[in-house]
């Protein structure tokens, strides 16, 4: 295997392939890239046996000696990071070595055979959809912080893509909160398909997806999604698991209703959060006609209080949140103005943007 390359072709690839590649592994060949060169054509490998991406990248000049080989990742990538922005880079296997030539530079690396390295099993496709890469990368942006990280119940650990009635929506929650968001789909509209991506796979996604009108077609197997996004392949299995009814835990009965505006509440929900108690994050809510009163304390005896005018008609009414939960849902709004509809201290708020009906915040109260 001999080719040469230019470090501004392979460094964005080989970034994110890498991504992919866990620093501690049991199976050593599991802490290498694969690379395979054919043609014209460089393809580079990452996987973890959950997330597999391949990252293919067209050469200036044909491949001298066409082969395949694992390197370690980390350390390709941090040879070709350190190495001038305009290098050349020649790379040869030789023997068990694969050398790496850049100017007056010359590198040793050891190898893995590329038999060795596992493929990411594939089940039969059920489904296939079209959409642009913004709008994907907009659903997970939208409700992928809402993912659980370490949860005992794992269909948490991860996100819920929903396709029905010609819509694409995602949902995330942690048992606390709730994110929902859904985008309009090219799809035949009896379709309906619900996976749960883990959280992993969506966040390698979302590194993977640009914005802009170009698409990514999503295709959907028994036991995996695969996304083509330009020259690169994401592969990720589904979590086995069934998720929440996400319809029931949307609040309906709410009848008070606060708007305000968003940059103004998230600027007091900060300064208030800083003499928050740092391991409940627990903020007080007093709501009275025209007034929001936002309190902390915390187990040193120091208290935060503000007041904001916002828009409310209804009953005097406290209530707790997590003040991390609301400060989340605030910064990934684009309205100026935030809606929240409650019912009392004990129910959970329903938060949206006063002109963002495609994206539903649920936050369950605490005891203060």
Do not use: W
């Amino acid at each position: 295997m001999r080719l040469v390359i230019s470090r501004e072709a392979l460094i964005k690839p080989l970034q994110l392939v890498a991504g992919v590649v866990e620093r501690r592994q049991t199976l050593p060949v599991l802490s290498n890239i694969l690379l395979v060169a054919e043609g014209e054509q460089l393809a580079l490998t990452g996987t973890d046996l959950e997330v597999e991406l391949v990252g293919r990248v067209q050469l200036d000049e044909p491949v001298a000696e066409a082969g395949s080989v694992t390197v370690p990742a980390r350390k390709l990538m941090d040879i070709c990071k350190s190495l001038a922005d305009d290098a050349r880079i020649e790379l040869e296997l030789s023997g068990q070595k694969m050398m790496i030539k850049s100017g007056r530079s010359r590198f040793s690396l050891s190898t893995l055979p590329a038999h060795e390295f596992p493929n990411v099993e594939d089940s039969p496709e059920t489904f296939e959809l079209e959409l642009p890469q913004s709008a994907l990368r907009r659903l997970i942006e939208q409700t992928g912080f809402s993912m659980a990280q370490q949860d005992v119940r794992y269909y948490l650990n991860g996100m819920l893509l929903e396709v029905k009635d010609g819509e694409l929506r995602s949902v995330a929650t942690d048992g606390h909160r709730l994110a929902t968001a859904v985008n309009t789909v090219q799809t035949d509209t009896a379709s309906q398909q619900q996976i749960i991506v883990p959280r992993k796979g969506i966040l390698e996604l979302a590194r993977l997806l640009q914005g802009g009108d170009e698409h990514v077609r999503l295709v959907i197997g028994a036991n995996h999604i695969r996304a083509n996004v330009g020259d690169f392949t994401f592969t990720s299995k589904l979590v086995d698991g069934k998720f929440p009814d996400y319809q029931r835990v949307i609040p309906r009965n709410g009848d008070k209703e606060l708007l305000g505006d968003r940059q103004e509440l998230r600027q007091v929900f900060s300064r208030i959060a800083i003499l928050s108690n740092e391991k409940y994050r627990g903020v007080r809510l007093t709501l009275n006609n025209g007034y929001l009163q936002v309190m902390a304390n915390n187990p040193e005896q120091e208290e935060a209080e503000e007041t904001v005018a916002v828009d409310y008609q209804g009953g005097p009414l406290e209530i707790g949140f997590n003040v991390n939960y609301l400060l989340d849902v605030l910064s990934i709004l684009n309205s100026d103005v935030v809606r929240f509809t409650l019912l009392d201290s004990n129910s959970s708020a329903l938060i949206q943007g006063y002109d963002e009906p495609d994206a539903l915040y649920v936050v369950m109260p605490m005891r203060m």
